[in-house]
C-alpha cells in the first residue's frame, strides 16, 4: 500500500482504526522525497528527523486517546514563502538564503493545533513571481508528469509535491494564479479562497492586495478539510475578513441541479490549446447533463486584466521588496565601502533577473510624473473588472474557464520571451484582481498525457458555490490518473 498517494481523509479513517501510524505515513513520504526529488527538485528544505520526531509524537497522542483532527499525523508541505519558526524561510532567493524566522505564521499555527507534520520547505519562482518555477535560486523545479516540461508557477514545489506522492497536501500562495494554474499543469486541485479568508501574517509579501495562501490536494474532500483549518479572522492580518467561517465539507454536495453557470468568452482565450478547450467543453456538457444551466456571456473589461495585473503587482512588489536591503537580515554585501554601494550590490546579487524586472517596472509606475498615468489608472480600471464580475454574479452562480491556456510547456520555452510567459495567466488573474474564490480541477490528459485544469470561479465569500461546483464535476470527470515516475 503506498501510503504517500492516499488522501488525507482516507488516511485519517486508517489512524482511526489504528491500522496506520503517522509514523507509517510521515516514513512513506519522506522515502518517496528521498527516492525522487533529487529529479522533481519540489522541496528546498526536507525537515526529516524533525518530522519523525512529530510523527512519534502523534503517534503517543493516538495512542493515549487524544483527538484525530482532519490533519493529526498527515504530512503537509509549505511554500517556502511562509514563515516557519526556526526554520528558513527563503522565498528561494539568494537574499534571504539564511533568514530564519522567529516566529510561525498564524496558519502555521492554526496546523500546528491540528497536529500536522511538516515535511519541508517547497521550492517556488523567487519571492512568487513566475508561472513556471524557473526562477528559483535553488534551482527548477520538473513536472512529474515529464520532466522535460514546468510545473507551473509561482508554487511550482506545493503542486509537484502531491503530484508526485512527497505529500499527502500542501500550502501555496496565489497572486495572480499562483496556486491554481501549477494545479492545472501537475494534475492536483489547487484552490485561491476569497481574499482576506486566510489570513496572510507570516506570508512574505509579493503584492499584499493580490496575495492569497491556499491549499493543493489530491481532491475535494481534503481541499474542504484544509480550508477549514487554516480560514479565519486574524487580528494581526488588517485585510483578514471578521466573520464566521463555514464548515467547508458542508458544501461537499454532488448536486449542481438549478445552478447557473457562466462561461466568459474573454477567458477562452486566442490561441487557446485545442484540447484544453475540448475538455472545458466536455466539463460544460457534464454539467448541463446534471441539471446545470450553462451559458456564454461577456466580461467585456477582463481583456484589460493582464495589462492591469502587470501594473498593480510589480507597483506593490517594488515597495515591499524595499525592506530587503542588507542591513537588517538576509544577504548582504561585505566588499562595499560606502552604504549607497552595499545596498546597489546587496540588491544586485541577491535578487534574480525577474525580481528586479519587476522591481524596475514597478518603481517606474510609482515613480512621480507616472503614478497617474500607470498605477492609479490601472486601479479605475481594476474597479471596472470588480463591477463586471458583480454584474456578472449577479445573474450566474458560478463562473467557468480553463485555468491555462495549454499544458505544461517545455522548460526554458519562454524564459527568453517574459511576454510570452506573463499569458500563461491570462485566465487566473482576473479571479485575484476581484479577490474572488477560484479553484482549478484536473478535467483529463491531452494526448500527449498531460494534465488539464478547469477553473471555477465564485462570487466573493461563496465559496459554497465553487465547492459545491467542484465536487459535482470531480466527481463526473472522475479523474485517477497519477504521474509514473
Given at each position: 500500500?503506498?501510503?504517500?498517494?492516499?488522501?488525507?481523509?482516507?488516511?485519517?479513517?486508517?489512524?482511526?482504526?489504528r491500522?496506520?501510524?503517522?509514523?507509517?505515513?510521515?516514513?512513506?513520504?519522506?522515502?518517496?522525497?528521498?527516492?525522487?526529488?533529487?529529479?522533481?527538485?519540489?522541496?528546498?528544505?526536507?525537515?526529516?528527523?524533525?518530522?519523525?520526531?512529530?510523527?512519534?509524537?502523534?503517534?503517543?497522542?493516538?495512542?493515549?486517546?487524544?483527538?484525530?483532527?482532519?490533519?493529526?499525523?498527515?504530512?503537509?508541505g509549505?511554500?517556502?514563502?511562509?514563515?516557519?519558526?526556526?526554520?528558513?524561510?527563503?522565498c528561494?532567493s539568494?537574499?534571504?538564503?539564511?533568514?530564519?524566522?522567529?516566529?510561525?505564521?498564524?496558519?502555521?499555527?492554526?496546523?500546528k493545533?491540528?497536529?500536522?507534520?511538516?515535511?519541508?520547505?517547497?521550492?517556488?519562482?523567487?519571492?512568487?513571481?513566475?508561472?513556471?518555477?524557473?526562477?528559483?535560486?535553488?534551482?527548477?523545479?520538473k513536472n512529474?508528469?515529464?520532466?522535460?516540461?514546468?510545473?507551473?508557477?509561482?508554487?511550482?514545489?506545493?503542486?509537484?509535491?502531491?503530484?508526485?506522492?512527497e505529500?499527502?497536501?500542501?500550502?501555496?500562495?496565489?497572486?495572480?494564479?499562483s496556486?491554481?494554474?501549477?494545479?492545472?499543469?501537475?494534475?492536483?486541485?489547487?484552490?485561491?479562497?476569497?481574499y482576506?479568508?486566510?489570513?496572510?501574517?507570516?506570508?512574505?509579501?509579493?503584492?499584499s492586495?493580490?496575495?492569497q495562501?491556499?491549499?493543493?490536494?489530491?481532491?475535494?474532500?481534503?481541499?474542504?478539510a484544509?480550508?477549514?483549518?487554516?480560514?479565519?479572522?486574524?487580528?494581526?492580518?488588517?485585510?483578514?475578513?471578521?466573520?464566521?467561517?463555514?464548515?467547508?465539507?458542508?458544501?461537499?454536495?454532488?448536486?449542481?441541479?438549478g445552478?447557473?453557470i457562466?462561461?466568459?468568452?474573454?477567458?477562452?482565450?486566442?490561441?487557446?490549446?485545442?484540447?484544453?478547450?475540448?475538455?472545458?467543453?466536455s466539463?460544460?456538457?457534464?454539467?448541463?447533463?446534471?441539471?446545470?444551466?450553462?451559458?456564454?456571456?461577456?466580461?467585456?473589461?477582463?481583456?484589460?486584466?493582464?495589462?492591469?495585473?502587470?501594473?498593480?503587482?510589480?507597483?506593490?512588489?517594488?515597495?515591499?521588496?524595499?525592506?530587503?536591503?542588507?542591513?537588517?537580515y538576509?544577504?548582504?554585501?561585505?566588499?562595499?565601502?560606502?552604504?549607497?554601494?552595499?545596498?546597489?550590490?546587496?540588491?544586485?546579487?541577491?535578487?534574480?533577473?525577474?525580481?528586479k524586472?519587476?522591481?524596475?517596472?514597478?518603481?517606474?509606475?510609482?515613480?512621480?510624473?507616472?503614478?497617474?498615468?500607470?498605477y492609479?489608472?490601472?486601479?479605475?480600471?481594476?474597479t471596472?473588472?470588480?463591477?463586471?464580475?458583480?454584474?456578472?454574479?449577479?445573474?450566474?452562480?458560478?463562473?467557468?474557464?480553463?485555468t491555462s491556456?495549454?499544458?505544461?510547456?517545455?522548460?526554458?520555452?519562454?524564459?527568453?520571451?517574459?511576454?510570452?510567459?506573463?499569458?500563461?495567466?491570462?485566465?487566473?488573474?482576473?479571479?485575484n484582481?476581484?479577490?474572488?474564490?477560484?479553484?482549478?480541477?484536473?478535467?483529463?490528459?491531452?494526448?500527449?498525457?498531460?494534465?488539464?485544469?478547469?477553473?471555477?470561479?465564485?462570487?466573493?465569500?461563496?465559496?459554497?458555490?465553487?465547492?459545491?461546483?467542484?465536487?459535482?464535476?470531480?466527481?463526473?470527470?472522475?479523474f485517477?490518473?497519477?504521474?509514473?515516475?
Amino acid at each position: 500500500m503506498e501510503l504517500n498517494y492516499l488522501t488525507a481523509h482516507e488516511l485519517r479513517e486508517k489512524l482511526q482504526s489504528r491500522e496506520i501510524s503517522s509514523t507509517d505515513i510521515t516514513q512513506s513520504v519522506l522515502g518517496r522525497i528521498k527516492s525522487k526529488d533529487k529529479d522533481i527538485n519540489s522541496y528546498i528544505r526536507i525537515e526529516e528527523k524533525s518530522a519523525l520526531q512529530s510523527a512519534r509524537e502523534v503517534d503517543n497522542h493516538i495512542t493515549g486517546g487524544g483527538n484525530i483532527e482532519d490533519f493529526t499525523g498527515i504530512p503537509v508541505g509549505i511554500k517556502d514563502n511562509i514563515c516557519t519558526r526556526g526554520i528558513t524561510t527563503t522565498c528561494a532567493s539568494r537574499i534571504l538564503k539564511s533568514y530564519i524566522p522567529i516566529y510561525d505564521a498564524t496558519i502555521i499555527k492554526k496546523l500546528k493545533k491540528n497536529n500536522y507534520i511538516l515535511p519541508g520547505k517547497l521550492n517556488m519562482d523567487e519571492f512568487a513571481m513566475g508561472s513556471s518555477n524557473e526562477n528559483s535560486h535553488f534551482g527548477p523545479v520538473k513536472n512529474p508528469w515529464d520532466k522535460t516540461r514546468v510545473p507551473g508557477g509561482s508554487s511550482g514545489g506545493p503542486a509537484a509535491s502531491v503530484a508526485a506522492g512527497e505529500a499527502i497536501c500542501s500550502l501555496g500562495s496565489d497572486t495572480g494564479g499562483s496556486i491554481r494554474q501549477p494545479a492545472a499543469l501537475c494534475g492536483v486541485v489547487g484552490f485561491k479562497p476569497t481574499y482576506g479568508m486566510v489570513s496572510r501574517y507570516g506570508l512574505i509579501a509579493f503584492a499584499s492586495s493580490l496575495d492569497q495562501i491556499g491549499p493543493f490536494s489530491r481532491d475535494m474532500e481534503d481541499c474542504a478539510a484544509l480550508l477549514n483549518v487554516i480560514c479565519g479572522h486574524d487580528p494581526c492580518d488588517s485585510t483578514s475578513i471578521n466573520g464566521e467561517v463555514p464548515d467547508y465539507k458542508n458544501f461537499l454536495k454532488d448536486d449542481i441541479r438549478g445552478l447557473k453557470i457562466g462561461v466568459p468568452r474573454e477567458l477562452m482565450v486566442e490561441g487557446i490549446d485545442p484540447e484544453v478547450k475540448s475538455s472545458v467543453e466536455s466539463a460544460l456538457k457534464m454539467a448541463g447533463d446534471m441539471g446545470a444551466s450553462v451559458e456564454e456571456i461577456s466580461i467585456p473589461n477582463l481583456e484589460y486584466a493582464l495589462n492591469v495585473y502587470y501594473i498593480i503587482a510589480p507597483s506593490e512588489a517594488s515597495s515591499n521588496l524595499s525592506r530587503f536591503d542588507g542591513v537588517r537580515y538576509g544577504f548582504r554585501d561585505k566588499s562595499a565601502k560606502t552604504l549607497r554601494k552595499m545596498y546597489q550590490l546587496t540588491r544586485a546579487q541577491g535578487f534574480g533577473e525577474e525580481v528586479k524586472r519587476r522591481i524596475m517596472i514597478g518603481t517606474y509606475c510609482l515613480s512621480a510624473g507616472y503614478y497617474d498615468a500607470y498605477y492609479e489608472k490601472a486601479l479605475k480600471v481594476r474597479t471596472l473588472i470588480i463591477n463586471d464580475f458583480n454584474k456578472a454574479f449577479s445573474k450566474y452562480d458560478v463562473l467557468i474557464s480553463p485555468t491555462s491556456p495549454t499544458t505544461a510547456f517545455k522548460l526554458g520555452e519562454r524564459t527568453e520571451d517574459p511576454l510570452t510567459m506573463y499569458l500563461s495567466d491570462i485566465c487566473t488573474i482576473p479571479a485575484n484582481l476581484a479577490g474572488l474564490p477560484a479553484v482549478s480541477i484536473p478535467a483529463g490528459l491531452s494526448s500527449e498525457g498531460l494534465p488539464i485544469g478547469l477553473q471555477i470561479i465564485g462570487n466573493t465569500l461563496r465559496e459554497d458555490n465553487v465547492i459545491r461546483t467542484a465536487y459535482s464535476l470531480e466527481k463526473a470527470i472522475g479523474f485517477k490518473a497519477r504521474p509514473k515516475i
